[in-house]
Nanobody, 126 residues
Framework: QVQLLESGGGLVQAGGSLRLSCAAS????????MGWFRQAPGKEREFVAA????????YYADSVKGRFTISRDNAKNTVYLQMNSLKPEDTAVYYC???????????????????WGQGTQVTVSS
C-alpha cells in the first residue's frame, strides 16, 4: 500500500484560500485513484473530491463545486486540493485517500479507499 502525508492546512479567514498537498510514497503512485475527504467535529467523514489515476477525471461534492480544485502531479507523487472562497463550514480535518481499484465518482465513500493519511486541520474563521 501507498503511504500518504498531507500538508498545507491552517487558519484562514472566510473568503481566503489554501492549497493542501498529499505526498505519496512508492513508485506506483500513478496507478492510484485519489480522493480528499473531510471530517468536522461530531460529524461523519465526508467526500470532498476525487481524481482518477491519470488526472483525466475529477469529481466534487456539491458543497465545494466551483470553489475547490483537485489535481495531481504523478512525477512528484503528489495530489493537491486548491480551496478558494473558503467558508466557516469548510472547517474540518482534511484527509487524503488512495486506492488502485476504486471507481472514482462524486458518490465515493470512505470505505472505497484503503490507504489514508493522518489528516491536516483546516480552520476558517468568520
Amino acid at each position: 500500500q501507498v503511504q500518504l502525508l498531507e500538508s498545507g492546512g491552517g487558519l484562514v479567514q472566510a473568503g481566503g484560500s489554501l492549497r493542501l498537498s498529499c505526498a505519496a510514497s512508492g513508485r506506483t503512485f500513478s496507478t492510484y485513484n485519489m480522493g480528499w475527504f473531510r471530517q468536522a467535529p461530531g460529524k461523519e467523514r465526508e467526500f470532498v473530491a476525487a481524481i482518477s489515476w491519470s488526472g483525466g477525471s475529477t469529481y466534487y461534492a456539491d458543497s465545494v463545486k466551483g470553489r475547490f480544485t483537485i489535481s495531481r502531479d504523478n512525477a512528484k507523487n503528489t495530489v493537491y486540493l486548491q480551496m478558494n472562497s473558503l467558508k466557516p463550514e469548510d472547517t474540518a480535518v482534511y484527509y487524503c485517500a488512495a486506492d488502485q481499484w476504486v471507481h472514482v465518482s462524486a458518490r465515493n465513500s470512505p470505505t472505497d479507499f484503503r490507504s489514508w493519511g493522518q489528516g491536516t486541520q483546516v480552520t476558517v474563521s468568520s
